[in-house]
């Protein structure tokens, strides 16, 4: 996982992969490289990478917002974030310093440096998430970048539609909303890198990625999926048990800094049941991962996308928690009054 940017690990099915990210004026132009890099292999046409690329650039740029909000090192708890009609100024730009040839975004002058990658971020920074979830036509490709901070300064998410085109701010979750087709959008969580269980949000978007590992059939000129790293990864979720599903969940919920789950398993009926808190409850049976959740509709997923339900039940949770959090203060001010 704590790689330099120049260690470029390939997004593929079945695990989400994360990058610290810089929290000053490099930060969106590591977060290009990184992502251009890291889905090389994806099979994204040429028009719709770039617009990804941009897209992330405009998420990590307003990471900075939230550090300077919240205070670098800290506020990761507090329910305050950056303001929304901030969101999307225009990118800083580094120092024009002498760069190194390994990271352009580095200002250093590393002429006499050895060839290797470069220092994972400390912790505490953003991040960069990326994985891919569906299968076949379904699939695709999510793009998540996360900040220690929770809230929204302004007590709620700031909208795209409250921006205007000749707008000098408010404008970046305006291109990721044009860019995204609409499919972006932004929840509690906790981190993945940089401190068990540190808790933030994160802004997300989707695009599809129905040839990721695609390959030209024939002359016919249609798109056949062959058994490449994808599809392979979905065989090999369809022969697992419920037990193991179910222990590969409580895995990526623990590294996330969930203890004390409870786990029941009845292999006989190839039923598991994993019990997360807060009225959480995933159901592992014949393939099928289910998450209940107080006051919400059952969500469902295939055990190709394990990851995705994960990063949902972390979502429902942190959720129930903010809510939480928000009506106990509520009701502490009433009683103040």
């Known amino acids: ?29 590591v977060a290009r490289q990184v992502f251009r890099g890291a889905v090389s292999e994806v099979g994204l046409e040429p028009d719709l990478l770039d617009d990804c690329i941009l897209m992330a650039s405009e998420l990590a740029a307003n990471t900075l917002h939230a550090q300077a909000v919240a ?49 994972p971020q400390p912790p505490g920074g953003p991040e960069l998430w ?28 700031p909208s795209p539609a409250s921006a205007s085109i000749q707008a000098v701010t408010g404008r970046g979750l305006q291109i990721v909303h044009e860019l995204s087709g609409g499919r972006w959008g932004h929840h509690p969580t906790r981190a993945r890198l940089g401190g068990r269980g540190r808790r933030g949000k994160a802004v997300w978007f989707a695009v599809p990625a129905p040839l990721a590992h695609a390959r030209l059939a024939d002359a016919t000129g249609l798109r056949a999926y062959t058994l490449s790293a994808d599809v392979t990864a979905a065989r090999a979720s369809e022969r697992l048990s419920a037990r193991q599903a179910a222990r590969e969940l409580e895995a990526m919920l623990s590294e996330r800094g969930f203890g004390g789950l409870l786990r029941a398993d009845q292999p006989n009926s190839d039923l598991s049941v994993l019990s997360v808190g807060r009225g959480l409850t995933i159901w592992c049976r014949s393939g099928v991962v289910s998450l209940s959740a107080p006051g919400a509709v059952s969500l469902r997923w295939n055990y190709a996308d394990l990851v995705e339900a994960a990063e ?3 979502w429902h949770c942190e959720e129930l928690e903010f809510c939480g959090e928000l009506e106990l203060g509520e009701d502490l001010l009433a009683r103040a009054q």
Request: net charge negative; with cysteine.
């Open 312 to 314: 949902q039940t972390v």
């Open 71 to 119: 205070g670098v090192g800290g506020g990761g708890n507090r329910l305050v974030s950056v303001a929304a009609d901030v969101e999307g100024e225009q990118e800083i730009s580094a120092d024009p310093a002498p760069r190194s040839p390994h990271n352009p975004c580095d200002t250093r002058d590393t002429r006499d440096a050895e060839e290797a990658p470069a220092d």
């Open 130 to 157: 990326l994985y891919l979830r569906g299968i076949g036509v379904r699939r695709e490709l999510v793009c998540k970048v996360f900040d220690g901070v929770r809230g929204w300064r302004h007590g709620s998410p």
């Open 1 to 29: 996982m704590k790689q330099g940017i120049s260690g470029w690990r390939s997004v593929h099915a079945g695990h989400c992969q994360a990058w610290p990210l810089p929290a000053d004026a490099t930060c969106a132009c």
